[in-house]
């Protein structure tokens, strides 16, 4: 434990804040869990778990989630996802403080056709810094691990220089994570199995292109797979995030662990191979498949508490009314309980409980 943790203002941290919260992450040995939001009850029960457990915390939108916050009766898709994501962020930013805790605003998954969504974004955050001199969100991602490395590189360089300018961080990935959510999961088997993990080699290139531009971080694969699936597919091999930080660190003489990890496909992976990711220099963890079935189970037993309050406003046999049954608020709530013990969950796994460096 470092012998003093700099402490920063509750809120929505970005550029040398969101820096420090990093660094720190690395230096006391825990990551912190980056969960994916849809709306506000989501975004809110985030926020609320992470107090709970007095962590700091990162509050991701997929391109489908930034469409839904903004709303799906909105037509032009390209423009919901740039909107739901903007509202996201300024909600965050209004009500953050409020729970005591440092957020970092980050956005998901962009693959190539996703490019101009996360440009749309730099542009709202270029406006924003004019203004206030800091952006609307703290990172956005690039996936463009799809792509040939050159490719991937080159695009992340251009994005990365935009970035930088207005105090904000790129999180890339490299290799192949397979999963249902980037439609590659379904034929492991035939796959190239080198693909599955990400090659120092691929990860030095990387620290070589974007280093000298501005903060990034790596998604690197080493047999992580998005979503649930039966284990035994894939072997998880965290050694695969040594021997990258390793390599660079003999190549360029630099400091322990140079580089920035973080973990995709984390969902059904065992403690310990979370803590030994973790030791390597992992300092965000994306859950997202976990917190979605916490938010939902709930509606389930409070459909079967009060079956009739979902089909009838006052009950047809004795004339009781509903109301106080089905009022959204009330199973809502219920939801966003579930979620935020879910989200507790995650900070305990990884280490991040009583952790936040949020001061007064
Ligand atoms: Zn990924």
Redo the contacts with the bound molecule.
Sequence with gaps: MPEEVKKLKPGVVTGSDYLTLVKNCKARGFALPAINVTSTNTLNAALEGAMNSKSDIIIQLSNGGAQFFAGKGIKDVEKARVLGAISAARHAHTVAKAYGICVVLHTD?ADKKLIPWVESLIDASEAEYEVTGKPLFSSHML?LSEEPIDENLAECERVLKRLAKIDMSLEI?LGV?GGEE?GVGSDIDQMDNSKLYTQPSEVLQAYEKLSPIGHFSV?AAFGNV?GVYKPGNVQLRPEILKASQQHIQSVYDTTERPLDFVF??GSGSSPEEIAEAVSYGVFKMNVDTDTQFAFSKPVGAYVEAHPKAFKYQIDPEDGTPFKKHYDPRAWLRDCEKSMAERVQQACAELGATGKSIAGA
Excluded: C, I
């Design positions: 998954h996936d990935e994570t980037d998604a998005h995709h496909g």
